[in-house]
């Protein structure tokens, strides 16, 4: 067993038997080994001490302190698609959590100031793949990997959507294709921003359907739908969550959904793969801290998004249902491997549109 802070106990033994008679050795030799151990003894129980003392403060339980969860990009989208958890989370962790906007340079400034945290807890990212994995693979000057982050949960999900005013000519997508294969470049689309997401998604999809669309980058999804409504566009890409109040209102309609199949939200609106062209994937938004998080920090984070789950369910499906949005948990590993697929998707698209 080792001895708690290094302590020793060194015994010297001398040979005495031709010293002392054998009944005085036999007698002394008793009150010597008493004495070693209960010296033994004393040393253990204080050891012990000190060990639970360190596990005690070890122990101390996180948090305690209110949480920091960094979004990256304007408010509007990734806020108001979090917001239901990070509303309820603090009653299981019994501490407040509070957003920090910290937008520019495409997320990528919010997302480093997580990365160079102290990997405590206290300072987390909410977001789509878009910081971790977009934004790594696109921007030279950007200093972080995926492998830089240490995911926490993912939250829920969401989808991005090409869309176009209510008048416009096109019922269907394939009816834009062929003009666009008679008049490359003609046709306008608008995105957050250049080699976002949903701009890759485009860019997919034009390769796909063999065409060329003219390119103007707004900044953020609440722009692009703002551009596409006032004419400046023909077409926009965005988030579900930002164009549903416009769809709701008969303003704009999706002409296709990169999903896989068709969505809850938007029954009758096809998806661009059902169209012809095979591009889909799903906007994951999530909780992510700096790499060397402590698990113990992790679970504790994890476990109260999945006791919201649980416990207030309707909550979460009543507040997604206006969004638009699907309720998606996952825990740190099967969120990270989700980051991991998605990191490996974009990277071929990137390579494709870069090259």
Request: proline share 7%.
């Amino acid at each position: 067993m080792k001895v708690p802070w290094g302590f020793m106990i060194r015994v010297k033994v001398h040979r005495v038997e031709d010293a002392v008679p054998k009944t005085k050795l036999s007698a002394q030799g008793d009150k010597t080994m008493k004495k070693i151990w209960l010296v033994l003894m004393g040393v253990m129980a204080f050891g012990l001490t000190l060990l639970g003392a360190e596990k005690d403060f070890a122990a101390e339980k996180y948090p305690t302190k209110p949480i920091n969860v960094i979004i990256a990009f304007q408010p509007g989208d990734t806020d108001i698609n979090l917001r239901p958890f990070i509303e309820k989370m603090p009653e299981y962790l019994g501490q407040p959590m509070t957003f920090m906007y910290k937008p520019g340079a495409g997320g990528a400034l919010g997302a480093g100031i997580v990365v160079s945290s102290k990997p405590d807890g206290y300072n987390i990212l909410g977001s789509t793949q878009s910081a971790m994995v977009i934004l790594p693979l696109t921007q030279k000057n950007v200093t972080y990997t995926l492998e830089s982050f240490a995911p926490i949960c993912c939250l829920c999900e969401s989808y991005s959507m090409l869309l176009v005013k209510s008048n416009a000519r096109w019922k269907k997508l394939p009816e834009l294709v062929a003009e666009a294969q008679k008049e490359p470049g003609k046709i306008s689309f608008t995105s957050p921003g250049t080699l976002a997401i949903q701009h890759l998604l485009v860019e997919a999809f034009s390769k796909e359907a063999r065409i060329k669309l003219n390119h103007i980058p707004a900044q953020g999804s609440g722009p692009a739908v703002t551009a596409l409504l006032g004419g400046h566009v023909d077409m926009a890409v965005g988030s579900l969550t930002t164009a549903m109040p416009h769809i709701q209102a008969g303003t704009i309609r999706p002409i296709g959904i990169f999903a896989r199949k068709r969505i809850k939200a938007l029954p009758d609106s096809p998806t661009v793969s059902e169209q012809g062209y095979p591009v889909a994937t799903t906007l994951i938004y999530g909780l992510v801290g700096p790499k060397d998080t402590p698990k113990e920090v992790i679970n504790a984070i994890s476990s109260a998004a999945k006791k919201v789950t649980e416990k207030d369910k309707s909550f979460l499906l009543e507040r997604y249902a206006k969004l638009g949005v699907e309720l998606l948990f996952q825990g740190p590993e099967e969120y990270g491997a989700a980051l991991r697929s998605q990191h490996v998707y974009f990277e071929k698209i990137v390579k494709d549109v870069t090259k």
